[in-house]
């Protein structure tokens, strides 16, 4: 089975400042996603992130919230900026494999904003 | 546009008992997959079960069934002999033939007591 390795496990942030996710897939894959998964609920889609292109973004999601990376086809991150309380949650990447093929997950990225 | 329901936001399981959770969806397609992921407070996401909507017979992975009802637009995961393990959320998922995305229910915990 696939392995996606996700990093920070956890982080405390200060409102205004950034922090960057990274996500490193052991095997190379067409397609990454970003989730945002308040607590408790389910996963709302960020963006798709391409290789050698820039992402596409769900309504409500914008680059310059949320830039995201894709050097190569094995590694994606995704940076929140210039964070608020709102921002509080839970960050996960998934990978694309294939029509009809499970989505891998990494650990995901609890976020705490103060 | 596809739309995935979970209408029991929570369930409850005695230990070693059986328990169905249901889930439906929304679909105009013929040629699509279901699955049921599993999210434990670990926060990773995990594969339960695999449904293609072509094959008439149920998926099975030992004591995870499915009820796979086409028509009627219902996918509802079985849980037998339930154990302390199983107590997570879990997510109905669809995704369309062809397509990059997966679409998520809302969820149901699953809490099971001793």
């Known amino acids: 089975s696939a392995v996606i390795s996700q990093k920070p496990s956890r982080d405390i942030c200060q409102r205004g400042t950034s922090l960057t996710i990274q996500c490193q897939v052991d095997?190379?894959?067409?397609?990454m996603f970003w989730y945002r998964q308040q607590p408790g609920q389910s996963l709302t889609l960020i963006a798709t992130a391409n290789q050698g292109s820039e992402a596409t973004y769900e309504s409500g999601f914008v680059i310059d919230k949320f830039p995201i990376s894709r050097p190569n086809l094995t590694f994606s991150t995704l940076t929140v900026s210039n964070m608020s309380p709102e921002d509080s949650s839970i960050y996960l990447c998934?990978?694309?494999?294939?029509?009809?093929?499970?989505?891998?997950f990494g650990q995901g990225t609890r976020l705490t904003v103060v | 546009a596809q739309t995935v329901t979970q209408s029991q936001p929570e369930m409850s399981v005695q230990e070693a008992e059986t328990v169905t959770l249901s889930c439906t969806y929304d679909?105009?397609?013929?040629?699509?997959?279901l699955f049921w992921y599993k999210q434990p407070p670990s926060r990773q996401m995990i594969l339960v079960i695999r449904?293609?909507?072509?094959?008439?017979q149920n998926a099975t992975e030992n004591r995870f069934s499915v009820n796979f009802q086409k028509a009627a637009k219902s996918f509802s995961l079985k849980i037998s002999d339930s154990q302390l393990g199983d107590a997570a959320m879990y997510f109905c998922?669809?995704?369309?033939?062809?397509?990059?995305?997966?679409?998520f229910g809302t969820g149901t915990r699953l809490k099971v007591l001793a």
């Open positions: 998934s990978d694309y494999r294939g029509t009809g093929t499970e989505a891998f």
């Open positions: 449904q293609e909507a072509y094959k008439q």
């Open positions: 679909t105009s397609e013929s040629d699509y997959y």
């Open positions: 095997s190379q894959v067409t397609m």
């Open positions: 998922a669809y995704h369309l033939s062809g397509t990059y995305k997966y679409i």
